[in-house]
């Protein structure tokens, strides 16, 4: 390992450490009216990170008010020091362009984070009935792979 990369994790390792102890009262306070869920797991007396559902109000205003009816998943895998999946929702606005509503960190790999998204994120966002019938068959394909 360079010097540089060990003189950057001896500074970096506390201050991260530091960033992920507070994030849901920073992101409401900061935008009132989001959704920010966080599921964590007990191992021995610690929470463990799990998973971080984001959906900041003003996002979910515009996708409401100003897009068009579409609505796009994706995910990438996260590789580095902390390992995991990044999911987001994006919709179609007025001029075609893309428009991020919501996303979720978490463990890679994992069908129940897909569930887990899908389901927040019709109600969070009040998605109607008959786009729930086309996230049952994206569950099903998602068991399928």
């Known amino acids: 390992m360079t010097l540089a990369r060990k003189h950057y ?42 998973r971080l559902y984001v959906c900041f109000a003003q996002f979910r205003k515009g996708f409401i008010e100003e897009c068009k009816t579409t609505v796009g998943f994706d995910g990438a895998f996260i590789k580095g020091q902390h390992p995991g999946q990044i999911l987001s929702a994006a919709g179609i606005n007025a001029t075609n362009d893309m428009f991020p509503i919501a996303f979720v960190v978490g463990e890679t790999k994992s069908r129940a984070i897909w569930t887990w998204f899908l389901e927040i994120f019709f109600n969070d966002v009040g998605i109607k009935s008959n786009i729930r019938d086309c996230a049952r068959q994206l569950r099903l394909i998602i068991g399928i792979v």
């Open 9 to 50: 994790r001896t500074i970096c390792n506390p201050l991260e450490m530091i960033q992920f102890l507070r994030p849901r009262e920073h992101i409401v306070i900061e935008n009132p009216g989001s959704t920010l869920l966080l599921k964590t797991k007990l191992q021995g007396d610690d929470q463990i990170f799990e």
